[in-house]
């Protein structure tokens, strides 16, 4: 009997190895899907700039429509709607790919993209509407240009993320034990209970169990309601002990640099590598026509180094969410409970197992699963009498 389950137990992990290799493999094909789409939203406004054909596209939009707004508006929103389709059909392609090994389910296509049609239809609205701002700027740009831009988007993006609780479908924390739990786990690290509220996820499938949402004073740690209803209890407050960290450490002043210094970069160097090539292409166009050109360089180019600069932006975001695996384990003690979510992740994601390089460096915003289980597996200061990092933020 015991050669049965043994022999059983050596299939079991053969399985297991095969899905994993199989998952990692599927990954990578996703990664391929992601650097296409990612070329086709820089290589489209390129070609439109260093080619003919984004001034004669244009000139004949300025020809019919007289007004120069609504012609530039047209113009910049064709280039992102048609990059919004491209990339949709790849999205789906590697939808497809992944439903062959997991048998889910794949809309056939047409009706896929027709679904993508509103988000695409936004999207290019917004884009545009900001191209045009940008034709304006780029009219009066200076040497402090980059510098004032990196003001105005920060802001825009701060307000964005500091309203964002006020756009969110929650009701406060009832008082089930459960609830009761949670809200005195909180209360000892100085959580008001009046911070923390239900989610109401039904309509979106990747809702986060927990996150912090607002910065500042509007900061409010979201639980998804459904979670309260159906996850293990010891789960459920290990993953408040998580987000507590990220409401008491990285919701403050911490985004708001980060964002600046995000944009400060980005404006930057785009500034740097546009004035050359925006100058000399000037001189061939008039003046409107150059204009409108420009705002495809600076997206293009804008939208370059932003992907260069994106192993630094994970490094740090990855770093963010691994301490705060360490805070939730020093708060609430409980390494089983933070082991088991991570197995229910990989189980609903298995490609979060183990990244591969182009996962890691340029996709993933939190630590591969496999890390965060090693790291729940053996992370036990408060047993071994030695100093915890987080203890000073927190009640025992």
């Known amino acids: 009997m ?8 050596i299939a079991s992990n053969i399985d297991a190895a095969h899905a994993q290799f199989a998952y990692y493999a599927l990954q990578e094909k996703f990664n391929i899907g992601w650097a296409i789409n990612q070329l086709i939203a820089i290589s489209l406004p390129l070609l439109l700039f260093f080619t003919g054909l984004g001034s004669s596209v244009y000139a004949f939009l300025i020809k019919r429509l007289k007004l120069w707004t609504i012609a530039t508006f047209i113009y910049f929103f064709s280039i992102i709607f048609v990059v919004s389709i491209c990339q949709s059909l790849v999205i789906h392609h590697m939808l497809t790919i992944r439903a062959e090994l997991d048998g889910s389910d794949v809309p056939p296509l ?3 993209v027709a679904s993508q049609l509103p988000s695409a239809v936004l999207t290019s609205s917004l884009a545009a509407l900001a191209g045009i701002v940008l034709c304006y700027i780029l009219r009066r740009k ?3 240009t980059w510098l004032w831009l990196s003001i105005v988007v920060s802001g825009l993006l701060s307000i964005t993320l500091m309203l964002a609780p006020y756009f969110s479908n929650t009701q406060p924390l009832g008082n089930t034990p459960t609830e009761n739990k949670i809200a005195a786990l909180a209360a000892r690290a100085g959580i008001p209970r009046g911070q923390i509220a ?3 996820c ?5 809702c986060p ?8 004073p509007t900061r409010v740690m979201l639980l998804d309601n459904r979670l309260t209803r159906k996850t293990p209890e010891d789960q459920l ?3 408040v002990a998580h987000e507590a960290k990220h409401y008491l450490l990285d919701n403050g002043i911490k985004p708001f640099a980060t964002i600046f210094m995000v944009c400060i970069a980005v404006c930057l160097l785009t500034q740097m590598v546009f004035s050359p090539i925006g100058s000399r292409q ?4 008039n003046s409107l026509i150059a204009q409108a050109k420009s705002v495809p360089l600076v997206y293009g180019l804008g939208l370059a180094i932003f992907i260069l600069l994106q192993p630094a932006i994970t490094t740090y975001r990855r770093h963010v969410e691994f301490e705060a695996d360490r805070f939730g384990l020093e708060f609430n003690k409980d390494n089983q409970a933070l082991i088991e979510i991570m197995r229910v992740d990989a189980t609903s994601n298995p490609m979060l197992l183990k990244y591969t390089p182009i996962t890691k460096y340029f996709r993933a915003t939190h630590p591969d699963i496999s890390t965060r289980i090693e790291f729940a597996q053996t992370y036990q200061p408060w047993l071994h009498n030695q100093p915890m990092v987080y203890k000073q933020y927190f009640k025992e």
């Open 2 to 9: 015991g050669t049965v389950v043994a022999l059983e137990q």
């Open 202 to 206: 039904a309509n979106s499938p990747d």
């Open 142 to 144: 200076n040497k402090l």
């Open 209 to 216: 169990p927990g996150h912090v949402v607002g910065i500042g």
């Open 237 to 239: 407050i290990q993953v």
């Open 282 to 285: 000037s001189n061939r166009d």
């Open 110 to 112: 047409l009706p896929f």
């Open 198 to 200: 239900k989610e109401d």
